[in-house]
């Protein structure tokens, strides 16, 4: 009887450990997430691009363990396309950015 106890108890806090909750970073229709990371401190870095026509801008979200935004940064200019294809953290805790720039 301990046991089912211990496994029933254990199930339920384990179910709302691993909760997860849906959080939108953009309110653009068109911005697609190309890919996300785990970082050195246990947050995400998220890379996206604009899904429209041209893609006019590309997004670089970094986020703490519980999904809150530490820092972002668009890149864009007006007469580039920018597209972010991969990220990599580095061994010194930065990251590198793989994409390509085209005009318009």
Known sequence: MKNLLFLLIYFFT??????????????????????????????????????????????????????AVLWAKTISDDIHQFLLLDIEETTDGGFIIIGEKDYI
């Open 14 to 67: 384990l179910n709302f450990t691993f909760a997860q909750w849906p959080v939108i970073y953009d309110d653009n229709i068109n911005l697609l997430g190309t890919k996300i990371i785990t970082t050195y401190d246990n947050g995400f870095l998220i890379i996206g691009n604009d899904n429209g026509y041209f893609c006019s801008y590309s997004k670089i979200i970094k986020t703490d363990v519980n999904g």
